[in-house]
């Protein structure tokens, strides 16, 4: 059996060892999980708290970065709404955006409850999640987004991976590298 590798990560006075994972035949990729950890999402949350702009929400898609929006909103005392992926039975008046998932490989929806999207109108809105890659997943949440009348203020990741580093539209701790092969 092939021995695993790792990657080692230094962000926010923390090291982790995260698991190479294959993509394809020419790609790895280094797995980042904050769920679970609490030391991380709290470290890293209080570092990009430091680098970003003022706001009134904050607002990610349901996914790894629901952690890193609540410790926002504990840290920063601002409330903060999940696009969620599926339609509940809460929402009234919901609002969504299809979305082409390349982790799932298939069509997705993002839906935000009316009530929710009401409360955006005219508010500033960070946008937060665990990692910003290829930039898709926020892409289809800042067109959501787009159909409250909220402003997007900035977008904060932990992570900025392979080429979302040289972007400057994104606040970010640290790049993760990607693994040609």
Do not use: W
Not at 58 to 81: C, D, H, M, N
Not at 117 to 131: E, H, I, T, Y
Not at 150 to 162: D, F, P, Q, Y
């Amino acid at each position: 059996m092939e021995e695993r590798k790792f990657y080692e990560l230094h962000v926010a006075g923390l090291t982790r060892q995260l698991p190479l994972c294959e993509v394809n035949p020419h790609l790895d990729i280094a797995g980042f999980v904050i769920f679970g950890d609490v030391e991380m999402t709290v470290n890293a949350t209080a570092e990009l708290l430091k680098k970003c702009p003022d706001f009134d929400y904050i607002v990610t898609a349901e996914a790894k970065g629901i952690p890193l929006a609540y410790e926002f909103a504990r840290q920063s005392g601002k409330p903060y709404y999940v696009a969620r992926k599926a339609l509940k039975l809460y929402m009234t008046d919901p609002i969504d955006i299809e979305v082409k998932s390349i982790t799932t490989m298939h069509v997705q929806h993002l839906y935000l409850d009316g009530a929710e999207a009401a409360k955006l109108k005219g508010k500033k809105v960070l946008v937060v999640d665990d990692v910003i890659s290829t930039g898709e997943s926020l892409k289809a949440l800042e067109t959501l987004l787009e159909n409250t009348g909220c402003e997007i203020v900035g977008r904060a990741a932990i992570l900025a991976e392979g080429d979302a580093a040289k972007r400057d539209d994104i606040i970010f701790l640290e790049e993760l590298p990607l693994f040609a092969k």
